[in-house]
């Protein structure tokens, strides 16, 4: 079936355009309404949000799509999406949405769907979704007296901050710690500094004043550069920059190095390692995670399972094959022993336990490997499936014979936008530059002459 509105990672576009309309939204709350109930109580479903202006706009939408198919709405209000999914299970609720685009900026919205159970939703089952979203519901939503209704639920903040806290031994304090926190101006604005302060460190925070546009806006985990400027200017132990919906998190050392996911994943499986707790013989992540840590791996006897790119195709392979740890470069790093979803602060709060353990700089403990260089290059194209075009397809495979078996290529289109993504690594920074050049070069030619 072709996915007219489901992407990578739920509904994504631009706010009050197709498909992320008021129109839309409500049909999503009437199609997922119906899709979920089960049994003969009454059902409920979690919404949360992150801090852009369109939220309130889609959250009121879904909330009446919801209630028409005889749903009970929670309104959880800003919060980061790893929390969304650990109410849907806290609080017995049958769905959980939440709204947000991620690192996109402001003028983008999404809509993400979590199952009963706090994972997201399988290709199948939205695909059942989708394919009620242009048809006559009518006949099936609730009758007057079996309506939904909607409240907002107060303590929510609360509940998070104490579970992403449970996640750490309890005799362990980040007292002396320095942290500084880029809230990227979005959901966990609020959690974040809280939590970190609460467990002992002494907190800077940054980029924690939303006000419905600023979200992602040259900070956050797409934009270290705030990050590593303030890290630098308070003499920080680390930063910490989370995206606007808290799923994913880059780090900055104490030398305003950043330190991408899949350093972070390096750390967390060797220490996990160590202490017997990682489960599967390695770390399951995606065809962008970099060459130098499936070789740190294999030095550690663990193996490295790719997988498309896209946090719910790596949680699929864990949850099937046994490990608890996954994620990929760009931060969403999922910890399965604590989350079912990418949780940027709980995953921050591992590293900064493996420091405080170590007694060592941020510098030190948290650089496992030397990348192996990688070049990726965004084309924008306006229409058609360029990567079936001849000339594309020869290009390509001219790419991977040169770099034959030292390096990798990966060739994919965005899930999100109309770009083509062009990456590629080996031990030949040159070689690799080249390849990517070439490749995107006759895409970028292909999208010219249309």
Same mark, same amino acid.
């Given at each position: 079936?072709?996915?007219?509105?489901?992407?990578?990672?739920?509904? #994504?576009?631009?706010? &009050?355009?197709?498909?992320?309309?008021?129109?839309?939204a409500?049909?999503?709350?009437?199609?997922?309404?119906?899709?979920?109930?089960?049994?003969?109580?009454?059902?409920?479903?979690?919404? *949360?949000?992150?801090?852009?202006?369109?939220?309130?706009?889609?959250?009121?939408?879904?909330?009446?799509?919801?209630?028409?198919?005889?749903?009970?709405?929670?309104?959880?209000?800003?919060?980061?999406?790893?929390? !969304?999914?650990?109410?849907?299970?806290?609080?017995?609720?049958?769905?959980?949405?939440?709204?947000?685009?991620?690192?996109?900026? /402001?003028?983008?919205?999404?809509?993400?769907?979590?199952?009963p159970?706090?994972? $997201?939703?399988?290709?199948?089952?939205?695909?059942?979704?989708?394919?009620?979203?242009?048809?006559?519901?009518?006949?099936?939503?609730?009758?007057?007296?079996?309506? +939904?209704?909607? $409240?907002?639920?107060d +303590?929510?903040?609360?509940r /998070?901050?104490?579970?992403?806290? #449970?996640?750490?031994?309890?005799?362990?304090?980040?007292? +002396?710690?320095?942290?500084?926190?880029?809230?990227?101006?979005?959901?966990? /604005?609020?959690?974040?500094?809280?939590?970190?302060?609460?467990?002992?460190?002494?907190?800077?925070?940054?980029?924690?004043?939303?006000?419905?546009? &600023?979200?992602?806006?040259?900070?956050?985990?797409?934009?270290?550069?705030?990050?590593?400027?303030?890290?630098?200017?308070?003499?920080?132990?680390?930063?910490?920059?989370l995206?606007?919906?808290?799923? #994913?998190?880059l780090?900055?050392?104490?030398?305003?190095?950043?330190?991408? *996911?899949?350093?972070?994943?390096?750390?967390?499986?060797?220490?996990?390692?160590e202490?017997?707790?990682?489960?599967?013989?390695? !770390?399951?992540?995606?065809?962008?995670?970099?060459? +130098?840590m499936?070789?740190f791996?294999?030095?550690?006897?663990?193996?490295?399972?790719r997988?498309?790119?896209?946090?719910?195709?790596?949680?699929?392979?864990?949850?099937?094959? *046994?490990?608890?740890?996954?994620?990929?470069?760009?931060?969403?790093?999922?910890?399965?022993?604590?989350?079912?979803?990418?949780d940027?602060?709980?995953?921050?709060?591992?590293?900064?336990?493996?420091?405080k353990?170590?007694?060592?700089?941020?510098?030190?403990?948290?650089?496992?490997?030397?990348?192996?260089?990688q070049?990726? $290059?965004?084309?924008? /194209?306006g229409?058609? $499936?360029?990567?079936?075009?001849?000339?594309?397809?020869?290009a390509?495979e001219?790419?991977?014979?040169?770099?034959?078996?030292?390096? #990798?290529?990966?060739?994919?289109?965005?899930?999100?936008?109309?770009?083509?993504?062009?990456?590629?690594?080996?031990?030949?920074?040159?070689?690799?530059?080249?390849?990517?050049?070439?490749?995107?070069?006759?895409?970028?030619?292909?999208?010219?002459?249309?």
């Amino acid at each position: 079936m072709t996915r007219n509105y489901f992407g990578t990672d739920g509904i #994504r576009g631009r706010a &009050n355009s197709n498909p992320m309309t008021p129109d839309i939204a409500m049909k999503v709350g009437m199609a997922a309404g119906l899709s979920f109930q089960r049994g003969n109580h009454r059902h409920r479903v979690v919404i *949360g949000k992150d801090t852009r202006i369109s939220g309130y706009m889609l959250e009121n939408a879904l909330v009446a799509g919801f209630c028409a198919a005889g749903m009970d709405v929670f309104l959880l209000g800003p919060i980061p999406t790893p929390a !969304v999914a650990m109410l849907v299970r806290s609080l017995r609720a049958d769905l959980g949405v939440m709204l947000s685009a991620s690192h996109n900026p /402001y003028y983008d919205n999404g809509i993400k769907l979590f199952g009963p159970d706090g994972y $997201k939703l399988s290709d199948e089952i939205e695909a059942r979704i989708e394919s009620m979203l242009d048809v006559d519901l009518s006949m099936r939503l609730a009758d007057g007296d079996s309506l +939904g209704k909607a $409240k907002r639920v107060d +303590g929510v903040h609360d509940r /998070y901050i104490e579970f992403a806290k #449970r996640t750490l031994p309890r005799s362990l304090s980040l007292s +002396g710690m320095r942290v500084v926190v880029d809230c990227a101006n979005g959901a966990a /604005y609020k959690v974040a500094p809280a939590a970190l302060w609460e467990l002992g460190a002494e907190v800077v925070t940054i980029n924690n004043e939303p006000n419905g546009t &600023n979200i992602n806006h040259e900070c956050g985990s797409t934009h270290p550069e705030a990050l590593m400027r303030k890290v630098h200017e308070v003499r920080a132990d680390i930063g910490i920059a989370l995206d606007g919906d808290a799923d #994913r998190v880059l780090m900055v050392n104490e030398r305003g190095e950043v330190i991408d *996911g899949d350093q972070i994943m390096a750390l967390i499986a060797e220490s996990w390692l160590e202490s017997g707790r990682l489960r599967g013989g390695g !770390v399951v992540a995606t065809v962008m995670s970099n060459l +130098g840590m499936e070789r740190f791996l294999a030095g550690k006897g663990l193996d490295l399972h790719r997988t498309k790119v896209g946090d719910r195709y790596v949680v699929e392979h864990m949850r099937a094959h *046994g490990f608890n740890v996954g994620g990929e470069q760009s931060g969403h790093v999922v910890l399965s022993d604590f989350t079912t979803t990418g949780d940027g602060l709980v995953c921050a709060l591992q590293v900064l336990a493996c420091i405080k353990r170590s007694d060592k700089p941020a510098s030190e403990v948290c650089s496992k490997f030397e990348p192996v260089p990688q070049v990726l $290059k965004n084309v924008r /194209y306006g229409g058609g $499936k360029p990567l079936e075009d001849s000339l594309v397809q020869k290009a390509i495979e001219a790419g991977r014979d040169k770099l034959g078996k030292s390096g #990798r290529l990966v060739i994919r289109p965005s899930g999100t936008e109309p770009l083509i993504r062009v990456m590629a690594e080996g031990d030949d920074r040159v070689l690799v530059e080249t390849v990517v050049d070439e490749i995107a070069g006759v895409i970028a030619e292909l999208r010219n002459a249309a």
